[in-house]
Antibody, heavy 118, light 110 residues
Framework: EVQLLESGGGLVHPGGSLRLSCAAS????????MSWVRQAPGKGLEWVSA????????YFADSVKGRFTISRDYSKNTLYLQMNSLRAEDTAVYYC???????????WGQGALVTVSS | QSVLTQPPSVSAAPGQKVTISCSGS????????VSWYQQLPGTAPKLLIY???KRPSGIPDRFSGSKSGTSATLGITGLQTGDEADYYC???????????FGGGTKLTVL
């Protein structure tokens, strides 16, 4: 059974940093691309970032480019999202998702809430 | 403003049929597969349709998908109160090099 478990969310001040983790199990982690998607309170889904199965290619939404980095650790089957220079508009529930060719997000985690506020 | 355009809301009576449209461009829907996601209140999104018209295991055949040119459509027949949810279309955008979603459509089963 595929499981994705996010952690690392919380309250952070504007300008601060936070690292989200997503522990994956139930599939061969190195065979699949992964994505982060966020959802601000009462709003729709916004894709944030993606990483290829090899880790060699990364992609970012313009809204986070230069502030967020994505990485993965194959020894721990874990996906990361390092978020720097956080802004109030980054407040959202962040979901990690298993991807098939980046086009299909077939499994999603339960989400981690990130609140950016002074 | 979302890259893909969906109606904000649709509604229909139990047992009826509803369709949700998703409009894009040649850089996304026109040249990539479309997926549809269902988000029940307070839960994470779930894949409903992939590769334009395929259903993952466990998704009933009341749900269907189609694509024509730069538009896609989700169809739901035999509506049930449990289908009340937000529905999102999504795909890869080759120009943006990223995943794009529609703004979401709230389905109300009256």
């Amino acid at each position: 059974e595929v499981q994705l478990l996010e952690s690392g969310g919380g309250l952070v001040h504007p300008g601060g940093s936070l690292r989200l983790s997503c522990a994956a199990s139930g599939f061969t982690f190195s065979n699949y691309a992964m994505s982060w998607v966020r959802q601000a309170p009462g709003k729709g889904l916004e894709w944030v970032s993606a990483i290829s199965n090899s880790g060699g290619s990364t992609y970012f939404a313009d809204s986070v480019k230069g502030r967020f980095t994505i990485s993965r650790d194959y020894s721990k089957n874990t996906l990361y999202l390092q978020m720097n220079s956080l802004r109030a508009e980054d407040t959202a529930v962040y979901y990690c998702a298993k991807a098939v060719m980046h086009q299909r997000l077939d499994y999603w985690g339960q989400g981690a809430l990130v609140t950016v506020s002074s | 403003q979302s890259v893909l355009t969906q109606p904000p809301s649709v509604s229909a009576a139990p047992g009826q049929k509803v369709t949700i449209s998703c409009s894009g461009s040649s850089s996304n829907i026109g040249n990539n597969y479309v997926s549809w996601y269902q988000q029940l209140p307070g839960t994470a999104p779930k894949l409903l349709i992939y590769d334009n018209n395929k259903r993952p295991s466990g998704i009933p055949d009341r749900f269907s998908g189609s694509k024509s040119g730069t538009s896609a459509t989700l169809g739901i027949t035999g509506l049930q109160t449990g289908d009340e949810a937000d529905y999102y279309c999504g795909t890869w955008d080759s120009s943006l090099s990223g995943v794009v979603f529609g703004g979401g459509t709230k389905l109300t089963v009256l």
